[in-house]
């Protein structure tokens, strides 16, 4: 298992709905069969490998065609 966590710029602090480009990304792991935990700075997921890797590339796109100007991911092992 791994656990991703990731940030979705520019961010965002100005009432309590966050930015279409990061719900979209959120939709897409979501879709996939991930829950994921939403942080005031960041959001983390946690599933296998190969499945995480491809659903977060998918989730990538969605969030930079909604208007994400850079997106930082960091990738571990889940403890």
């Known amino acids: 298992m791994i656990r991703a966590e990731f940030s979705v710029y520019p961010f965002v602090t100005s009432g309590m709905a ?8 959120i939709d897409e ?4 069969g991930f829950r994921v935990e939403v942080g005031p ?3 983390s997921v946690v599933g296998e490998l190969q499945g995480l890797l491809e659903a977060l590339c998918r989730a990538e796109v ?3 065609a909604a208007g994400a100007l850079r997106i930082v ?3 571990r092992e889940s403890t």
């Open 41 to 43: 700075l960041g959001n």
């Open 62 to 64: 969605k969030a930079i």
């Open 18 to 25: 966050l930015p279409a480009y990061v719900q979209v990304a």
């Open 73 to 75: 991911v960091d990738i």
């Open 29 to 32: 792991l979501e879709g996939s």
